[in-house]
């Protein structure tokens, strides 16, 4: 059984730290990248949008490195990965955040409507996880981050084709840290809720339903990307959570309670 050591916990717990973050060009993703290189950790950026990921690069220097690609293509996860490994020597972690889908009822719902969801919500999480794994194996300090939604937990209505790869996504999580744990490699799951741009145009889209869940959230509003999500996916990609794996955190305001 692999043992990890431990680096101290803190402002830079992730010094040193080689990491992959997808969807990091803006939202959460962006949040996550400028916290990781805060508390020092290198990033490569994958994300579809080429000029604000090639502007996160240049703000921050050598810390991002920028991969213009669409995550539900394998030559892609592979490329970022290669990346990662020949500019930083390694890759500890791993941050599978973006994806995309489309809202409507069920029965509207279409079957490129689901390839969307599954393609860059499922698929592209299991794309990154097996080009990264033989890097991850000789890490060290490997955890990886997925992302699930409230929306799949609670049966957001609109939301079948999302929902569903966001269990899936759960569900690959769960048995990859029960199958990668003897590797040192750690899994867990985060389900935030924040108001980045993708989450303000389906409130302007849906503004009572956006109203709604707002008011339904225990700690009274959506959450902050910078300082309410971010954190707790860098508690999960270093060594503090380093007895923590399959697990689902909630980053939700207290929304959902899971047992
Ligand atoms: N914001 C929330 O409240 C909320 C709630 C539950 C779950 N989530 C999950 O958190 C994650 C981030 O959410 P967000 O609100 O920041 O999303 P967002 O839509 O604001 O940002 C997603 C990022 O991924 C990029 N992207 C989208 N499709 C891509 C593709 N095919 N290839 C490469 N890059 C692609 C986008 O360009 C963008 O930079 C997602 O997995 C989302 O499902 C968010």
Partial sequence: MHTPTHSPA?????????????????????????????????????????????????????????VHGDVSDRAVADAAVATAVARFGALD????????????????????????AMDTGLYATRNFMLAAFPALIESGHASVVNFGSGAGLNGQPNQASYAAAKEAIRGLSRVTANEWAPHGIRVNVVCPMALTEGVAR??????????????????????????????????????????????????????????
């Fill in 202 to 259: 389906w409130a302007e889209a849906r503004p009572e339903q956006y109203a709604r869940s707002a008011a339904a959230v225990p700690l009274g509003r959506f959450g902050d990307p910078a300082r309410d999500v971010a954190p707790v996916v860098a508690f999960l990609a270093g060594d503090d959570s380093r007895y923590m794996t399959g697990q689902t955190v909630m980053a939700d305001g207290g929304s959902v309670k899971l047992r």
């Fill in 10 to 66: 803190g402002p830079r717990s992730l010094e040193g730290r080689s990491t992959l973050v997808t969807g990091g060009a803006s939202g959460i993703g962006a949040a996550v990248t400028a916290l990781f290189v805060e508390r020092g950790a290198r990033v490569v950026v994958v994300d579809l949008q080429q000029e604000a990921g090639e502007a996160l690069a240049r703000e921050h220097g050598d810390a991002v490195v920028f």
């Fill in 93 to 116: 972690v791993l941050v599978n955040n973006a994806s995309v889908s489309r809202q409507k009822p069920f029965e509207e719902q279409t079957d490129d409507d689901w390839r969307l």
